[in-house]
């Protein structure tokens, strides 16, 4: 008979530090802190928007516009395209002597379908690249996080960071002002 091998328990895999902060500023004075220590994959969770914070974290530009302007112009141009398709190709009626394809009398629909889809876009970009919904994420198992909707401020410093260590990012949270700074588990 053999022995079966017992594993160890494998160590819980880290997804970050966090740590509280009281105001708004002094999350904004941590987050240029941390970014000068070297990190680059951070995250803030706040009650209200701080301003410059998505600067301070070193986050780019939104591309919801950009979304948005490919919604608008799929929209418009599919409506466009469906109005002269049935109006000149697939159904043409020659009334009173007026074109088939009368763009002035086409640009309401084509308005109209434009803002629907820039709308439909908007919403859809903004869920995917807030990956919403999301039931669970490892920053809600802070002791502090609750107090996030209400008064408190969080900084994370996410594993995933070229030049994450635990110590190091302890430290470097702990020297910005951060209190009750905890290992986050994945």
């Known amino acids: 008979m053999s022995e079966a091998k017992v594993k160890a328990p494998a160590e819980p895999a880290v997804y970050g530090v966090a740590a509280e902060f009281v105001s708004a500023h002094d999350i904004l004075h941590a987050a240029h802190e941390v ?12 009650p209200f928007p ?21 919604g ?8 466009l395209l469906l109005q002269w398709w049935t109006s000149a190709v697939d159904y043409p009626l020659r009334i009173a002597g007026k074109p088939f394809f009368s763009l002035p009398a086409f640009v309401p629909i084509t308005f109209e379908l ?31 996080y609750p107090r996030v909707t ?30 009750h700074v905890e290992v986050l588990e994945a």
């Open 114 to 144: 434009g803002v629907l889809f820039s709308a439909f876009a908007a919403i859809g970009g903004m869920l995917l690249l807030n990956r919403l919904p999301q039931p669970f994420h490892p920053v809600f198992t802070h002791s502090r």
């Open 35 to 46: 970014r000068k220590a070297g990190f680059t994959r951070l995250d803030a969770f706040t």
């Open 150 to 179: 209400d008064d408190t401020f969080l900084l994370a410093v996410e594993a995933g960071d070229p030049a994450f260590d635990v110590q190091k990012a302890r430290q470097v949270l702990s020297a910005a002002g951060g209190r």
């Open 50 to 70: 701080v301003h410059g914070l998505d600067t301070a974290l070193g986050h780019p530009g939104s591309k919801i516009p950009w979304i948005v302007l490919v």
């Open 72 to 79: 608008a112009c799929v929209g418009g141009g599919g409506g």
